[in-house]
């Protein structure tokens, strides 16, 4: 069982910037495909990036430009940069590994951009 632990999220002005990151437990996450998901209230939840696990990536068109997904597969972990936020990129925020076989998502963590 692979679990996953998610932190960064928070409150910023719009502009600012975070950085989230998932922690997986276990020896697959160097295997796997590592995605960041977000879930506005009322709205279904949408894949923001992924990031395979040679370091392709692919981005929503609403974050292009301005967020990064990246990882470091000795620490088991990845990351979503987040610059120049905006008040529709209020969401909670989900870290999912999937393989061929399994996938795992985290807890969610809030990002709330307000002034």
């Known amino acids: 069982q692979v679990q996953l632990v998610e932190s960064g999220g928070g409150l910023v002005q719009p502009g600012g910037s975070l950085r989230l990151s998932c922690t997986a437990s276990g020896s697959i996450f160097r295997f796997s495909i590592l995605g960041w998901y977000r879930q506005a209230p009322g709205k279904e939840r949408e894949e923001v990036a992924t990031?395979?696990?040679?370091?392709?990536?692919t981005y929503a068109d609403s974050v292009k430009g301005r967020f990064t997904i990246s990882r470091d597969n000795a620490m088991n972990t990845g990351y979503l940069q987040m610059n120049s936020l905006k008040p529709e990129d209020t969401a909670v925020y989900y870290c999912?590994?999937?393989?061929?076989?399994?996938?795992?998502w985290g807890q969610g963590t809030q990002v709330t951009v307000s002034s």
């Open positions: 990031i395979t696990s040679r370091g392709i990536t």
């Open positions: 999912n590994v999937r393989t061929l076989s399994s996938t795992y």
